[in-house]
């Protein structure tokens, strides 16, 4: 009996490809770098499984040509570079891996959070510059973090775990959210608020909304005026939630006070991106969930939903 034909679009962890390959063949795409298109293309037209990335657009055209495609299982929590309902009309399982990546992404956009308010990154140059000549009451004095205000937009796993941490460091909590949620309030003391009554109150404001049609540009001009001058906002999310020539003048003209972002609208940004240039902003290659061990489970998840599909069975975690 001949096996399924497993494309997997980026070098990943050893075990997910053994466990994948008991069920299947499986080809990797060996390069460090994205799978280019027309070879996605060809791969997808005899894959019975594709272990995807967030950097492979699955849309109308790859469904279309891959006739024999029985699951797309994506290395990630969003989902937003699949065309869900195409896939859906083919009857073609979409899968994620959820769970698994919470607590890192948590702990990065709790780091963009504090190296923002505090000023780190921008310290750092500072002092490889050689500009530290002596110490100054006010010399990169930047905001305080214990005891203030957290405004978290999208309050699901990883919005909880970020509230987790901001309770450590006795931190006021609100949150909006498409629906309340009754647990996140018991277990962290977070309050929700509508969206205007957030941005006005919180002195960080973390974004970690999934990118929908109703949440592209959620943020833009109109929510950071909104927004105290000494305000941090940070997004962990999708570059696509928010207006990113709206956050660079809030930046420049000082209606807020600084930016942590590990997301942006299109990627990877070149050097002479505009938030390269601003000293208040801390910006990040999209790390949110990049540990090993994080990523080694991510793949695993990934590998278990592939393998489950093509065996006949239910997805581990379906979209």
């Known amino acids: ?47 019975d499984g594709l272990l995807t990335m967030l950097t492979e657009r699955v849309d109308e055209e790859l469904l279309s040509r891959a006739r024999k495609l029985k699951v797309v299982a994506n290395m990630a929590v969003g989902y937003d570079n699949i065309d869900v309902p195409a896939a859906k009309k083919r009857g073609i399982h979409i899968t994620n891996t959820p769970d698994v990546l919470t607590e890192a992404t948590a702990d990065l956009a709790f780091a963009l959070l504090m190296a923002a308010g505090r000023r780190i990154t921008e310290a750092n140059r500072f002092l490889l510059a050689g500009e530290w000549k002596s110490w100054s009451p006010t010399l990169l004095a930047g905001q305080n973090i214990y005891h203030t205000t957290l405004g978290i937009i999208g309050m699901g796993r990883i919005g909880e775990a970020v ?20 647990e996140a309030e018991l277990e962290v003391g977070a309050q929700y608020r509508e969206l205007d009554d957030l941005l006005r109150q919180a002195d960080y404001v973390v974004m970690l909304t999934p990118l929908t049609p109703d949440t592209a540009k959620m943020i833009g001009e109109r929510e950071f005026s909104l927004m105290k001058p000494t ?40 050097p002479d991106h505009p938030f390269l240039t601003l000293p208040n902003v801390v910006a990040l290659p999209h790390i949110g969930s990049a540990t090993y061990q994080t990523r080694m489970e991510m793949a695993k998840l990934a590998a278990a939903n592939i393998r489950a599909v093509l065996e006949g069975k239910e997805p581990v975690t379906p979209v």
């Open 1 to 47: 009996m001949t096996k399924p034909v497993v494309f997997v679009t980026r070098q990943v962890a050893s075990e997910a490809i053994e466990y994948v390959k008991e069920a299947a063949e499986v080809e990797v795409w060996e390069e460090d770098r994205p799978c280019p298109r027309e070879i996605l293309l060809q791969k997808a037209e005899q894959a």
């Open 163 to 182: 509230a987790r941490r901001a309770k450590g460091f006795g931190m006021r909590i609100l949150y909006h959210n498409r629906r309340r949620r009754p």
């Open 231 to 270: 305000s941090v906002f940070v997004n962990v999310s999708r570059g696509g939630t928010v207006d990113e020539e709206a956050l660079y003048r809030a930046l420049v003209e000082k209606k807020i006070w600084a930016a942590g972002l590990d997301v942006f609208q299109k990627e990877p940004v070149p």
